[in-house]
């Protein structure tokens, strides 16, 4: 009764401030306001079964332009509802939330993840991914060895037919030694795996530590995904088994070439060697983690297969060589795409490169070697009063050698949303909001050229 009463006033709390146009609370933040408490006590029963050793972090769960639900942080915001004793609510522009990830939230690290998404059709679906990221927090403050992949790598990864080809044989084996029974099959396909590894290696270069870097901490974070949206017994078979295909096994299986969708063929790459390596062993997760080897060099290390030669039908390489090279040739069409849109074209040019807070490196296309196309969020800081946030709409930046040097930044905007005056320019439009000052250098009835200080 207590926790049902405090709920009502903060429903109520929130409702008022529907008036004053700061956040609608609609039903299913209440899904999730009445459900989060249980999920995270489950969490807890289950995390060691499912990697020995994980703790827990905090928690938010939010929804874009509502709240932001905040469980057992030690330091929650001064500015959110108190309901029990671990859990608060707040906004999730307070927060400026956005994605799945983990963020720090008044200095401690707190695993992210927003329910509001068109992708998930169930509860389940998104505690799971929270589950994925409660583990990405343990990893970075207890595994720091591991470390994130840098994703100015992916930007130029190589586009490579012959590559694309055996990659694709490559990940149907992984797929097939899930779930092979017998132990003489797995040891073929064990050798096949690790001759197509051993063959790419020799076309991409060091490129293969970029994909051993997305398997080793990525890997072993799908796989707690896995198994902890696997361990609901009420769920139905039949849609289990589905969403346990498309949404984990089934990466594997599908046909992608270039750079599309490449950092998420390895998660499913490295999430494949967790399963298979929980196969065969026991206490597998410590040892790998208290290890200096990268994920696929452990696998290899436990299972030692042998070198031969790859039997690999022909229609793989001819089939890759049609799809990446349009691939190749769809980079250019989507930046004719990005430059025909509707819209005044802003330009911010920058004397000093800013910071870069943010992107989601799953969805940035590299143009060339200085152009990325950003086509789900981008974020800038120039220190307290100059800033760039971006979402959902695709912006492109131009930069140096790495993609965190930003020379120039480029997006559309409606000319009603952009504002020029004391020597700042102000873009504020669903899903484009700037402010950063300088110096107006071009201004025509298309186009604005800023330079940023």
């Not at 696929?296 to 793989?316: M, Q, R, V």
Request: charged share 20%; proline share 3%.
């Amino acid at each position: 009764m207590k926790f049902l009463s405090r709920l009502f006033i903060c429903v109520f709390l929130i409702s008022s401030s529907i008036v004053n146009g700061q956040v609608e609370f609609t039903s299913i933040d209440s899904l999730y306001l009445t459900s989060i408490e249980h999920f995270y006590k489950n969490a807890e029963d289950v995390k060691s079964e499912i990697w020995e050793g994980m703790e827990l972090a905090p928690i938010c769960l939010f929804r874009v332009n509502g709240p932001a639900i905040l469980y057992n942080h030690p330091n929650p915001p001064q500015n959110f509802i108190r309901i029990t004793d671990k859990l608060y609510l707040g906004e999730q522009k307070q927060l400026q939330l956005y994605g799945a990830t983990q963020m720090e939230i008044n200095g401690v690290l707190t695993a992210i993840v927003d329910y509001g998404l068109i992708d998930y059709s169930c509860p389940k679906e998104v505690y799971a991914v929270a589950f994925h990221e409660l583990h990405h927090a343990y990893q970075r403050s207890f595994i720091k060895q591991l470390g994130y992949d840098n994703p100015a790598v992916l930007l130029t990864y190589p586009e490579s037919y012959l590559n694309d080809g055996i990659k694709l044989y490559e990940q149907k084996v992984l797929y097939k030694m899930c779930f092979a029974q017998d132990s003489v099959d797995f040891q073929k396909l064990l050798n096949q795996y690790y001759s197509c590894r051993l063959k790419r290696e020799e076309i991409i270069g060091d490129y293969s530590r970029y994909e051993e870097a997305v398997e080793n901490m990525e890997g072993p974070a799908f796989y707690c995904e896995y198994r902890f949206y696997n361990q609901f017994p009420s769920l139905d078979k039949a849609l289990k088994d589905n969403y346990n295909q498309q949404h984990f096994f089934g990466v594997l299986t599908t046909p992608f070439y270039g750079r599309e969708s490449l950092r998420y063929r390895h998660l499913a790459a490295g999430m494949a060697m967790c399963y298979i390596l929980n196969n065969h062993f026991e206490g597998w997760q410590s040892e790998y983690y208290t290890g200096s080897l990268s994920l696929y060099d452990f696998f290899i290390t436990k299972f030692k297969p042998l070198k031969e030669e790859l039997d690999i039908d022909a229609t793989y390489y001819g089939i890759s060589k049609f799809h990446t090279q349009n691939e190749v040739l769809g980079h250019q069409v989507s930046f004719n795409e990005f430059n025909t849109q509707q819209g005044v074209k802003i330009i911010l040019e920058f004397k000093t490169v800013p910071q870069f807070k943010g992107f989601d490196p799953m969805s940035a296309e590299s143009i060339n070697d200085s152009t990325i196309l950003h086509k789900n969020f981008l974020r800038l800081s120039g220190g307290e009063h100059n800033e760039l946030f971006i979402v959902d709409k695709n912006v492109v930046t131009i930069i140096g050698k790495e993609v965190w040097i930003v020379k120039k930044v480029v997006f559309f905007a409606p000319q009603k949303s952009i504002l020029v005056e004391n020597n700042r320019i102000i873009v504020d439009v669903d899903g484009r909001n700037a402010s950063w000052s300088g110096k107006q250098r071009i201004r025509t009835e298309n186009e604005i050229v800023f330079e940023c200080e």
